[in-house]
């Protein structure tokens, strides 16, 4: 069986740990038990695509993607900066429009592909709520701009969310990233990138970049024991000198 897919068994890694100083406070039992934590939470860290299952980054995404709007008067390519420009006296869309664009982005080779992708994904947290025919309706008396559902409707708000931005931020729940991990964010930017334009999209990871948000994910190799172990050893040192 392939090392990264399992483990040895206790008596192993306890032998193997054996044969390093042991911090002190701990044994060899403690410390195997330890490992096979670490392992498991590895693990499923490869297979989920993220580190754990809060969406701990949702904040931050709003902010870089609230800075990366503000900054549209600095795009220099016309067409896009034209994609962005208030249609009406108020900033948004009409609400026709807003009906035209989800329209137009739902039915595209590009929304598809995304949802294809991500049902098909070997993460986990991308199969789940992929939406291929999605629906739009109206959202009132909240305080979004918008809103996606694992049923795959998508709820825009009329007074504060009828720009293209918001709805391509829905479509990026839509197409299977309910969280706002690396996944939603890669999907949003092709999205931005085809829909409002390359600028934009440069524009918007730039931002999450500020922010130290991910757009991509790279699976680990677990530690082996005697790599977890020396580790090990040397944050027991860290800890102790901090405590002197």
């Known amino acids: 069986m392939?090392?990264?897919?399992?483990?040895?068994?206790?008596?192993e890694i306890q032998n193997i740990?054996?044969?390093?100083?042991?911090?002190?406070g701990s044994n060899t039992y403690t410390l195997a038990n330890k490992y096979v934590d670490y392992w498991c939470k590895a693990r499923?860290?490869?297979?989920?695509?993220?580190?754990?299952y809060r969406d701990s980054s949702q904040q931050k995404v709003y902010d870089a993607e609230n800075a990366a709007i503000r900054e549209v008067k600095n795009i220099k390519c016309k067409v896009t900066r034209a994609k962005l420009e208030a249609l009406t006296s108020n900033g948004y869309m009409e609400w026709k429009d807003?009906?035209?664009?989800?329209?137009?982005?739902?039915?595209?080779?590009?929304?598809?592909?995304?949802?294809?992708?991500?049902?098909?994904?070997?993460?986990?947290?991308q199969k789940a709520n992929v939406s291929f025919s999605p629906i739009l309706k109206k959202f009132q008396g909240h305080r979004f701009g918008g809103m996606a559902y694992g049923n795959g409707v998508m709820k825009i708000n009329p007074i504060s969310g009828m720009c293209k931005p918001t709805i391509l931020h829905e479509f990026a729940h839509?197409?299977?990233?309910?969280?706002?991990d690396w996944s939603f964010r890669a999907d949003y930017l092709k999205l931005c990138s085809i829909f409002i334009g390359k600028e934009f999209a440069k524009l918007t990871k730039k931002e999450y970049m500020k922010r130290k948000l991910k757009t991509t994910f790279f699976q680990k190799t677990p530690k082996t024991p005697e790599q977890w172990i020396i580790s090990y050893q040397k944050m027991a040192m860290l800890r102790?000198?901090?405590?002197v």
């Open 2 to 11: 392939n090392k990264s897919e399992t483990y040895p068994s206790l008596f």
């Open 17 to 24: 740990i054996s044969k390093y100083p042991i911090p002190k």
């Open 44 to 52: 499923q860290q490869n297979g989920y695509g993220r580190k754990g």
């Open 98 to 125: 807003v009906e035209r664009f989800f329209k137009k982005v739902s039915k595209s080779a590009t929304y598809q592909k995304l949802c294809k992708k991500n049902k098909e994904s070997k993460y986990i947290s």
């Open 174 to 180: 839509l197409c299977g990233n309910m969280n706002h």
């Open 240 to 243: 102790k000198a901090k405590r």
